[in-house]
């Protein structure tokens, strides 16, 4: 069943028209998430009796996209993941609240964390068809999941700066073989931020300032110049407001395999995102893991990471896959 839908009075998407066929859904109609308000969000009650929910961007009547964003981030995360990049006018943008974080409901006691189910409820509540899964960092096992579960209720799936628990060998340098590599804490960027900026005032171009030189160079040049615009350190301090009861959650290794160990998709279309320094994980580590797989591709941000600055290309993409299952 639906819980009531509300309006988040922070910051969020509004709605658009929809593009009325697939040769017009990547027209310039578009909208920058920094412009507008109030996202609408709901949540429904899955069998245990939680609630899981989530906010939507763009679209009421797009092509449906769901977003798990890594662990430590909710379903605000698109006001900074989108930070002054235009949203496809066909994409409706759902972004989901993971148990225990923001307004879902932590896994009771003796409960078990279960995605794939979780997701399937949702998309069977909606009644919207065929999704997208979008997965970033953690979020890929969960995407994974769903998409090897249910192939059949899955146009695509997206993987964002997928991390694995060690780098191939293959990829140590000749002339450093026993050299680091930098390392990101469990929740990729959106965590190293956090663990910079400790308890300080999130909106304060001052806090920003001094967490700067605590932060590793990669994440540095990741994170760029934006910290000096207002508004994106309000989308981080809002998104970072909804993990304060993350002890909610259910506990899990920072970084698994899972996404490589079972990616029975079925046919499934798999696109990997990945920047140029992302952490323990290279592109060239993904692309020897993933192979010759067919209908996987990997694409290389030219930045340091795929997390920030080219989600207009990674959502129409994803929302291109649509064009396929309707031909098919």
Not at 99 to 115: K, N, R, V
Not at 127 to 142: C, E, F, L
Request: include cysteine.
């Amino acid at each position: 069943m639906y819980v009531r839908i509300r309006r988040d009075s922070r910051l969020g998407p509004s709605v658009l028209p929809a593009a009325s066929s697939y040769l017009d859904m990547f027209d310039d109609e578009v909208t920058l998430l920094s412009e507008v308000e109030h996202p609408a969000y709901g949540a429904i009650r899955v069998p245990d009796g939680r609630a899981l929910a989530w906010a939507e961007y763009g679209s009421a009547r797009g092509l449906p996209c769901i977003l798990i964003p890594d662990v430590g981030s909710s379903r605000l995360a698109p006001a900074w993941l989108l930070h002054d990049s235009a949203l496809p006018s066909a994409v409706r943008l759902l972004a989901l609240d993971r148990p225990g974080t923001g307004a879902s409901d932590p896994i009771g006691l003796g409960g078990q964390e279960d995605p794939a189910e979780d997701l399937r409820r949702l998309v069977d509540t909606l009644a919207v068809g065929r999704v997208a899964v979008i997965g970033i960092g953690q979020g890929i096992d969960d995407v994974f999941a769903f998409a090897s579960r249910y192939p059949r209720l899955v146009a695509s799936v997206t993987a964002v700066s997928a991390r694995m628990t060690d780098p191939l060998p293959a990829r140590r340098s000749l002339r450093r073989p026993f050299g680091e590599r930098a390392t990101h804490p469990a929740g990729g960027l959106f965590g190293a931020w956090l663990t910079a900026l400790g308890s300080g005032d999130l909106t304060k171009e001052s806090t920003w300032a001094k967490a700067i030189p605590r932060m590793s160079s990669e994440i540095r040049a990741a994170l760029g110049d934006r910290w000096l615009e207002e508004d994106f350190r309000a989308a981080v301090a809002v998104d970072a407001e909804q993990t304060q009861q993350i002890w909610g959650t259910v506990s899990r290794p920072p970084a698994t395999n899972a996404w490589l160990a079972n990616p029975n998709t079925e046919g499934v279309p798999v696109h990997l995102w990945h920047g140029q320094n992302e952490g323990l994980t290279s592109v060239s580590d993904v692309r020897s893991a993933v192979g010759a797989r067919p209908g996987w591709e990997v694409t290389a941000a030219a930045g340091p990471t795929a997390v920030l600055g080219i989600w207009p290309q990674i959502l129409s993409t994803a929302a291109s896959s649509f064009r396929a299952v309707s031909a098919a």
